[in-house]
């Protein structure tokens, strides 16, 4: 069985800078498209960033020109860079993404999660 794990969460001051990596619990697996997703205490989980295996990134309003979504395919890993962070950006931050090895594919695995706080 593969995972996904997530890290770099932790906590920040306002206007401060943090980089989250989402990668497979096992080598010799493949992440395709992939989304962070978040969850503030009371609310709801949402989609922060996208990538598809194309290329093409989509974001939420609230972190357009701040956070940005890439993936290292030669290590297998995409992370995702936050800037100017804002109180309200804190949560519990997620990975979503399709995995597969060979012609096996692992849809929409989640990962278990990495709490970003920010506050002075």
């Known amino acids: 069985q593969v995972q996904l794990v997530e890290s770099g969460g932790g906590l920040v001051q306002p206007g401060g800078s943090l980089r989250l990596s989402c990668a497979t619990s096992?080598?010799?697996?493949?992440?395709?498209?992939v989304g962070w997703y978040r969850q503030a205490s009371g609310k709801e989980r949402e989609l922060v960033a996208a990538?598809?295996?194309?290329?093409?990134?989509n974001y939420a309003d609230s972190v357009k020109g701040r956070f940005t979504i890439s993936k290292d395919n030669a290590k297998n890993t995409v992370s995702l860079q936050m800037n100017s962070l804002k109180p309200e950006d804190t949560a519990v931050y997620y990975c979503?993404?399709?995995?597969?090895?060979?012609?096996?594919?692992?849809?929409?695995?989640w990962g278990q999660g990495t709490l970003v706080t920010v506050s002075s």
């Open positions: 979503n993404a399709d995995v597969t090895r060979g012609y096996v594919r692992y849809p929409q695995l």
């Open positions: 096992r080598s010799a697996f493949s992440i395709h498209t």
């Open positions: 990538l598809t295996s194309g290329g093409t990134t």
